[in-house]
């Protein structure tokens, strides 16, 4: 898979904010990369399964599941390779390791589908 590098997690008090970034990177597997397409962040709470919390598409088409919507904003910078998270309003229930995923990378060694990050932790406390 491409290398994908999460930043920005952290504690906060309900209804403060965090922003965190994922940088796309090349790998050993993926040599250079050529083309990104949609970059999403999911995230999973203890107990739970990895749900999708936004996602958006190179040309910058945006898709946020409903417990996000109006809080959260996904953005990407195609020529950094970069998605960020603005999570604002944040909630005690949107405590979870956030992961970035890269759907489709076209790089040096072909197309590599389903890349993911290592996590990043975000804890609201109430």
């Known amino acids: 898979q491409v290398q994908l590098v999460e930043s920005g997690g952290g504690l906060v008090q309900a209804a403060g904010s965090l922003r965190l970034s994922c940088v796309a990177s090349r790998s050993a597997a993926s040599g250079s990369i050529y083309s990104i397409g949609a970059m999403g962040w999911y995230r999973q709470a203890p107990g739970k399964q990895r749900e999708l919390v936004a996602d958006i598409t190179s040309g910058g088409d945006t898709n946020y599941s409903d417990f996000v919507k109006g809080r959260f904003t996904i953005s990407r910078d195609n020529a950094k390779n970069t998605v960020y998270l603005q999570m604002n309003s944040l909630k005690p229930e949107d405590t979870a390791v956030y992961y970035c995923?890269?759907?489709?990378?076209?790089?040096?060694?072909?197309?590599?589908?389903?890349?993911w990050g290592q996590g990043t932790q975000v804890t609201v406390s109430s």
């Open positions: 995923n890269v759907a489709r990378a076209g790089t040096q060694r072909g197309p590599i589908f389903g890349s």
